[in-house]
């Protein structure tokens, strides 16, 4: 078996991105459209992390502080949706119509 090379490492992550991409433009399910942006984040700490395999840069301190950043995006965007479930009822992005008039 070969060496996994840096071009792996952006094939996969380019996987990631479109799936990621694919679920927010597709789904309506809140729960789902955020695990894909989390999937888009993860594609990216992926980038970060190879480029700097690479090129010797400071790559996984940033993919730290992007974990650390989709650790925050969840937990705000999971109590947005439990309090938006609890007045709706429902998590169906087609009926989040509280901004409209």
Do not use: P
């Not at 789902?32 to 942006?37: F, G, K, P, Q, T």
Request: charged letters at 15%.
């Amino acid at each position: 078996m070969g060496e996994i090379t840096t071009l792996h490492y952006l094939v996969v992550a380019a996987a990631l991105f479109i799936i990621g991409v694919i679920g927010v433009l597709t789904r309506r399910n809140v729960v789902i459209i955020l695990m894909s942006i989390e999937l888009i984040l993860n594609a990216v700490n992926l980038n970060l992390v190879a480029f700097s395999r690479l090129w010797n840069l400071q790559g996984q301190i940033f993919s730290i502080f992007v974990v650390a950043d989709a650790a925050a995006e969840a937990a705000v965007g999971l109590g947005i949706l439990i309090a938006f479930f609890r007045n709706k009822e429902t998590v169906n992005m087609d009926e989040v119509d509280l901004l409209k008039w």
